[in-house]
Structure formats: C-alpha cells, structure tokens
C-alpha cells in the first residue's frame, strides 16, 4: 500500500524485497555513524519484524521509500513507537534513515514534512518527537527545517554513556504549531 507520495518520493508499506538493500544500508558505517553500532542481516530482519508489527498494530510507522523517477528503495522515512524510559516518553518519534547515495537531495526533509501532515491531519496526532545524537547535526538541521522546536539535550538510556552518540538532542512539533 502506497501511504504518501510527494513531488519525488512514495512512501509505502515494506516488501520482503527491501530486505537486501534494507541490509546493506544497516551495514554501513557511514549510514550509521551516529548509531552506537551498524547492524548484522539478523539484526536487519528483527527491526524489519519490529516495523511490520507497528504498521499491523497501529496502521502507520516508518515507511519504506522510494524515489519516484527510477522505483528504487532508499531507506525509510516514517513514525516509531519510542518507549524507552524517559519522560517523554512513550511518544510518537519521526525518523528516518536513507542511504549515503540518497543524501544531499532534500528527500529526509520532504518525505518528513509529508509524514508530519499526514500524522497531524489524517492520524490525528498531537504531539510528534525527534531525536538523534548531538553530534548529529544533519539529522538536527532537517528537524530545523521540518518546523521542530529544539527542547533540549538528554542521555538515552538505551546507548553505553561511553558511547559519542550517548548524548542526544530533542526536538518536538504539536499539532497545533504546524497547522500554524
């Protein structure tokens, strides 16, 4: 099922197809730089379970996405149930992930604003969060440009205090900010 399309970009229910490509973008350092680590092909295909679930439970989550001119799939862009402890959480978290080939083309920013309206307009969200490393500022900088309001910093608890990507920023939108 076809959820979104923007000027350049469908965003849609995943295939056991996108599981390769899926694979080798979570195996790449440069794509997970700002994660505490890349993944394996298993842990590939627990998270793919772990998106598959949100979308039978809640009808949405993080969309597979592919580029309009060629069909070809280049990450995800979409909604996660975050329920580590926090208090913010549990929220409903935009995010996305695209491979390197992908970067530099404005698509995390346009697939993102498509989410946010659709969460606030046909999902009928309040309240969307985003974070990602502090180190990460591409990451940051489309938040910027999607309407989110820096909130602050925070250690995620789900990341060794060791680790650079420990300390992560938090952004948040409401309903009410981007109807604005």
């Known amino acids: 099922m076809i959820y979104l399309e ?7 229910d995943w295939e056991e197809a996108d599981l390769a490509t899926f694979a080798g973008l979570n195996a790449d ?9 890349t993944l394996s092909a298993a842990e590939t295909e627990a998270f793919y379970n772990v998106i598959v679930a949100e979308f039978k439970e809640f009808g949405f989550g ?23 402890e926090s208090e913010f959480t549990p929220c409903i978290e935009i ?5 390197k080939e992908a970067w530099g083309k404005g698509y995390a920013t346009e697939g993102a604003k498509a989410c946010l309206a659709y969460g606030f307009n046909q999902l009928g969200f309040r309240d969307v969060y985003s974070f ?5 500022t591409p990451s940051s900088h489309v938040m910027d ?15 060794d205090p060791s680790s650079p990507v420990h300390k992560h920023v938090l952004y948040h939108i409401d309903a009410d ?3 604005e």
């Open 62 to 84: 993080l969309y597979a996405v592919d580029v309009k001119e060629n069909n070809e799939f280049i990450g995800f862009i979409g909604f996660h149930h975050a329920t580590f």
């Open 95 to 99: 995010g996305w992930r695209l491979k």
């Open 29 to 37: 350092e440069e794509v997970m730089r700002y994660f505490p680590k």
């Open 177 to 179: 900010f981007a109807n």
């Open 145 to 159: 440009k999607i309407g989110m309001q820096f909130i602050r910093t925070f250690d995620h608890p789900r990341v």
């Open 132 to 136: 990602t490393a502090v180190i990460n």
């Open 6 to 12: 923007t000027a350049r970009l469908r965003l849609r």
